[in-house]
């Protein structure tokens, strides 16, 4: 395949696959989740075949996105240990949302914000991985006093409203950063993008090109 000069390799092949298995089982234990939270939200178990399934069925998708999450997990953690410069980049976030970048740190392949939300992510996986399995009646509730279950009902319910928030945060970022969702589906930027957003690793990438 011809490739083109004006363009950067951002993410492989098996790191896109394993993102969007990420997102899609995420949003199937968001649907299900909320289905199972609030009546309002029931209406959403038809998705699912109905009440039944959808409490059958939302414990396993959850498994789904523990080896999906997993995977990634251990794909990028060294990539999104957070530097000295990642937290002087997220002293500055607020100033670069308002269009003012002159004091923003230069950032690597990913920026402090995108590795805070790793970590962030991560610590939302395990409180939901930890109170989820002492809230599985078919398989583990059964060891667990009434009251532990009650409060791992409450971090459940508490962590998966955080995650889904900072999911769409996400989503919103990545729309708001142009170029970020294309870069997911077809692993490539343009060279310009990542000199204006990822500076650093456009050094890294062009051998230390200006």
């Given at each position: 395949?011809?490739?083109?000069p004006?363009?950067?390799?951002?993410?492989?092949?098996?790191?896109?696959?394993?993102?969007?298995?990420?997102?899609?089982?995420?949003?199937?234990?968001?649907?299900?989740?909320?289905?199972l939270?609030?009546?309002?939200?029931?209406?959403?178990?038809?998705?699912?075949?109905?009440?039944?399934?959808?409490?059958?069925?939302?414990?396993?998708?959850?498994?789904?996105?523990?080896?999906?999450?997993?995977?990634?997990f251990?794909?990028?953690?060294?990539l999104?240990?957070?530097?000295?410069?990642?937290?002087?980049?997220?002293?500055?976030?607020?100033?670069?949302?308002?269009?003012?970048?002159?004091?923003?740190?230069e950032?690597?392949?990913?920026?402090g914000?995108?590795?805070?939300?790793?970590?962030?992510?991560?610590?939302?996986?395990?409180l939901?991985?930890?109170?989820?399995?002492?809230?599985?009646?078919?398989?583990?509730?059964f060891?667990?006093?009434?009251?532990?279950?009650?409060?791992?009902?409450v971090?459940?319910?508490?962590?998966?409203?955080?995650?889904?928030?900072?999911?769409?945060?996400?989503?919103?970022?990545?729309?708001?950063?142009?170029?970020?969702?294309?870069?997911?589906?077809?692993?490539?930027?343009?060279?310009?993008?990542?000199?204006?957003?990822?500076?650093?690793?456009?050094?890294?990438?062009?051998?230390?090109r200006?």
């Amino acid at each position: 395949m011809k490739r083109d000069p004006d363009k950067l390799d951002r993410y492989t092949a098996p790191e896109r696959v394993n993102h969007w298995l990420v997102a899609f089982a995420f949003i199937l234990l968001a649907l299900s989740g909320l289905a199972l939270f609030h009546p309002a939200f029931y209406p959403l178990s038809q998705l699912f075949g109905g009440g039944i399934w959808t409490r059958i069925l939302h414990p396993f998708i959850g498994v789904a996105l523990i080896f999906s999450f997993g995977s990634m997990f251990f794909r990028f953690r060294k990539l999104c240990v957070l530097t000295p410069a990642d937290w002087e980049w997220l002293r500055h976030a607020r100033e670069m949302m308002g269009g003012d970048d002159r004091n923003m740190p230069e950032a690597g392949k990913l920026n402090g914000g995108q590795k805070l939300l790793f970590w962030l992510l991560a610590a939302c996986m395990t409180l939901l991985v930890l109170s989820g399995i002492v809230m599985w009646r078919a398989y583990f509730s059964f060891l667990f006093p009434p009251g532990v279950i009650r409060l791992a009902a409450v971090v459940h319910a508490a962590t998966g409203a955080g995650m889904i928030s900072l999911i769409m945060g996400h989503i919103y970022l990545a729309i708001w950063t142009k170029e970020s969702i294309g870069a997911m589906l077809y692993g490539k930027v343009r060279r310009a993008w990542a000199k204006q957003h990822h500076p650093a690793w456009f050094r890294e990438m062009t051998g230390g090109r200006k």
